[in-house]
């Protein structure tokens, strides 16, 4: 049963266009809620990561949107760039030390 | 500081055996966490240790099992694997548990033929 939905599944995007991708959590109790970037044959890394407390959370060219009476977080990449293009995962996590991941989305930004 | 490291990096089984990944966490690293990634499945958390206890287990059968040893490093294992077992197994830690940043190693490729 998937407890983070994210979406979309993929994504194609225009250099210097704005990517977002969507995730959707159904356990209240998760208060943490990070983004990871994964290229190919590496690992996730971390991108950004917000905590209920706040609405917003920017970094640079990233920003998290959060909603928390929709139970919905989302990432917004401003000025994609083709060194962007990777797979993004949303994961959601509570008290009980586990993390809960979306099933990922793979973007691809076009020069 | 040097980063994750797991070994093998890639790896080849046939259905039946039993595999025994490593996973050596960033220095000073207590907690170490383990994941299956497959394409359909995303990544899916299979346990966390801490100082060498394991603290949480995901929905995985017995036959994934972990250990943790007293530098940190830590092992995991898969007995009688199947077909279904193949997919990347990725290793990462951090000071304080899952949900703070976590450090991902390049994975393990596992094979089941």
């Known amino acids: 049963q998937q407890q983070v939905k994210q979406s979309p599944q993929s994504l194609i995007v225009q250099k210097g266009g704005i990517s977002i991708i969507n995730c959707a959590y159904e356990?209240?109790?998760?208060?943490?809620f990070p983004w990871y970037q994964q290229f190919p044959g590496k690992g996730p890394a971390l991108l950004i990561a917000?905590?209920?407390d706040v609405s917003e959370k920017k970094e640079g060219r990233f920003t998290i949107s959060f909603n928390k009476s929709a139970k919905q977080f989302s990432l917004h990449i401003m000025d994609s760039q083709p060194g962007d293009s990777a797979t993004y995962f949303c994961a959601a996590g509570g008290n009980n030390r586990k993390l809960i991941w979306g099933l990922g989305t793979s973007l691809a930004v076009n020069p | 500081k040097a980063g994750v490291t797991q070994t093998p990096r890639y790896l080849i089984k046939t259905r039946g055996q039993q595999v025994t990944l490593s996973c050596s966490p960033i220095?000073?690293?207590?907690?170490v966490s383990w994941y299956q990634q497959t394409p359909g499945q995303g990544l899916q958390f299979l346990f966390e240790y801490f100082s060498e206890t394991q603290r949480n287990k995901g929905n995985f059968p017995g036959r994934f099992s972990g250990r943790q040893f007293s530098n940190s490093r830590s092992e995991m294992n898969v007995s009688t694997l199947e077909l279904g077992d193949s997919a990347l197994y990725l290793c990462?830690?951090?000071?304080?548990?899952?949900?703070?940043?976590?450090?991902f190693g390049p994975g393990t490729r596992l094979t089941v033929t």
């Open positions: 356990n209240t109790a998760f208060d943490y």
């Open positions: 917000i905590r209920p």
């Open positions: 990462a830690s951090n000071e304080r548990g899952p949900n703070y940043e976590q450090y």
């Open positions: 220095s000073g690293h207590r907690s």
